[in-house]
């Protein structure tokens, strides 16, 4: 069974500052893909960055980057320089990447909530 | 730009009323998922539709329906809502396991 841990329910971060968003999972799986999405007030849900398990480097999309430490079992996201515009609650989720013929699932952690700071 | 276009945005209804909420993508995915969103909890998946053609239950089935309509459409049906089905309903889809998925905007869910 897939768990995603997100220990942070809520974080305040000042204007332009860095922050991490912490993220620890578990699985058994050999492969598997880590995925992190931002849900601002208005309700949708934005895809932001994505980390394969088999990656050697980690991944970076614009100002977000994962910090991925697979033996620590941790996929923690990176938000340098902060907006008000990144204010927001944000998910980290998991999937495994063996195809064994039927779905795999997507597991989704309990959220983040981040308020940025003027 | 559409992407996943889900119908109606906001809804209430009273208990035991049936209604259907709407999903429809224009991406061109063969996956198709139906979430609900209560808070402290996350998303937990409701049916899949893995290709036209097929659907199966995902975590939180019962009290709902769904129908893959074709390549594009992706139906949710409660036949007889409950106050517990009161949720932020999402619709996604995908391409791939190492591919991102893709969402509606949210349907409002209240269940008087």
């Known amino acids: 069974a897939q768990k995603i841990t997100q220990t942070q329910p809520g974080m305040f971060v000042q204007e332009k500052e860095a922050v991490t968003l912490d993220c620890t999972y578990d699985t058994s799986d050999p492969s598997y893909g880590l995925f992190w999405y931002k849900q601002p007030s208005s309700g949708e849900m934005i895809f932001l960055i994505y980390?394969?398990?088999?990656?050697?480097q980690n991944a970076t999309e614009g100002r977000y980057s994962l910090n991925f430490q697979k033996a620590r079992k941790s996929a923690n996201l990176v938000i340098s320089a902060s907006q008000l515009g990144d204010s927001a609650m944000y998910f980290c989720a998991m999937r495994p990447l063996m195809n064994s013929g039927g779905y795999q699932k997507v597991t989704f952690g309990t959220g983040t909530k981040l308020q940025v700071i003027p | 730009n559409a992407g996943v276009t889900q119908t109606p945005k906001f809804q209430v209804l009273k208990t035991g009323q049936s209604m259907t909420l709407q999903c429809a993508q224009d991406m061109n995915h063969n996956s198709m998922y139906w979430y609900r969103q209560d808070p402290g909890m996350g998303l937990r998946l409701i049916y899949y539709?893995?290709?036209?053609?097929?659907?199966d239950k995902g975590e939180v089935p019962n009290g709902y329906n769904v129908s893959r309509l074709n390549k594009r459409e992706f139906s949710l049906r409660l036949e007889s809502a409950a106050p517990s089905q009161t949720s932020v309903y999402f619709c996604a889809c995908d391409q791939g396991f190492t591919r991102p998925q893709h969402f509606g905007d949210g349907t409002r869910l209240s269940i008087l």
């Open positions: 980390q394969g398990s088999y990656d050697q």
């Open positions: 539709s893995a290709s036209e053609g097929t659907t």
